[in-house]
């Protein structure tokens, strides 16, 4: 889950890939994909993922999903700062929001690019469909890798490793760097414990687990100031605490509380300038009203509706947001739906997560 992020979990679905799955715009979607199982290779992958990198001579482009979270950066970041001190030409294309740009360093990000160099090898991090990643095309790749821990994942790519049960790719990630010849130290560690901190809410979030813990674990034993970075995580804009406040407003409490909603609309982020880039965690405040399962949030955009959905056990918000053309994980999950107007939005993401509660009556 994304930090909660989850990603917010950023984790927006899109059209192209519901059409690449088969289904025709207007019928009913399918349920979620079955496949939530771990790589029964990882150990080999990670080591064939490390020899692949050691080996490569041509430059490497590392990538992540649209509205990059901690995961995103977290991984990204670890991963280049890591080949870079093996000498590899690394271009990394990101633009992390603004609460996360304390982690980077001058000259480490690009912008955009248009064309990957010639030869290039494609990591692509933390996305579960291509059609969701952002920063360079994936046309012309010598190699794609995939690394990821979305179950709804594509398994795209010359060599993927997808595991949903890894808590976030930047613990993946570690385990790649583990398998490198480079030394861990704070530069390295500081962004892949961000990873695993964004994506389990601080390790609150159901996807905590022993492992995760022993990784992060591993990563404060290399110089990781654990205080000053969670601190520091937490730190917003005051005009985030301004919108919060007309956010909260806006709560609801439908399905006799089994759910809790509330809206971000234009009108807000025209009026708490600057608030708009961190508003994505919100949906982590309302999530601890008493006897909410699921937790909705609807952020209106210009041409979309963008939704984050977390929920707790047995609901899943993997599966409301697979219904909305979206995607992410059991806990945390996103959909975007295009142009529709906020109450139309509201009105489907409502009908999803009847749905779901239906399921589990309480
Ligand atoms: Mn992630």
Redesign the pocket.
């Known amino acids: 889950m994304?930090g909660e992020a989850l990603?917010d979990?950023s984790l927006t679905g899109s059209p192209v890939a519901m059409q690449g799955m088969g289904i025709i715009v207007g019928m009913t979607p399918p349920p979620p994909p079955a496949d939530n199982a771990n790589d029964p290779n990882y150990a080999q992958k990670i080591r064939a993922i490390a020899d692949q990198l050691t080996a490569w001579e041509g430059p490497i482009v590392v990538i992540s999903h649209v509205d990059p979270?901690g995961?995103?950066l977290g991984s990204t970041l670890t991963l280049a700062r890591a080949l870079r001190r093996l000498g590899k030409d690394v271009t990394l294309p990101m633009e992390p929001p603004a609460f996360l740009r304390f982690l980077v360093e001058e000259g480490e990000l690009s912008g955009p690019l248009d064309a990957l160099p010639d030869g290039a090898l494609l990591a692509v991090l933390?996305v579960a469909e291509l059609a969701r990643s952002e920063g360079a095309p994936h046309e012309g790749a010598a190699f794609v890798l995939n690394v990821d821990?979305h179950g709804t994942n594509e398994r795209f790519g010359d060599l993927a490793l997808v595991n949903p049960g890894s808590a976030?790719?930047a613990q993946m990630i570690k385990d790649v760097v583990d398998a490198l010849p480079v030394t861990w130290d704070e530069a390295l560690a500081t962004p892949c414990l961000t990873?695993m901190l964004t994506?389990t809410g601080t390790f609150r979030y159901a996807n905590t687990d022993r492992d995760v813990l022993r990784a992060a674990g591993d990563l404060m034993g290399h110089g990781v100031s654990y205080v000053e970075l969670t601190d520091r995580l937490q730190w917003r804009p005051e005009s985030y605490y301004r919108m919060l406040g007309a956010v909260m407003d806006t709560l609801e409490l439908p399905f006799g509380g089994r759910a809790t909603l509330a809206t971000v609309t234009l009108a807000m982020k025209a009026r708490f300038q600057g608030a708009n880039d961190d508003s994505d965690d919100y949906v982590g405040v309302i999530r601890y009203v008493e006897g909410s399962q699921v937790a909705i949030m609807l952020k209106e955009h210009e041409d979309a509706v963008k939704i984050s959905v977390r929920a707790r056990a047995p609901i899943s918000a993997q599966a409301i947001c697979i219904e909305l053309g979206g995607g992410g994980h059991v806990a945390a999950a996103g959909a975007k739906l295009v142009g529709v107007t906020l109450e139309d939005a509201k009105n489907q993401v409502l009908a999803a997560v009847e749905k779901e509660l239906d399921r589990h009556p309480s």
């Open positions: 994304a990603q979990c979270d995961d995103a933390d821990h976030a790719t990873g994506d």
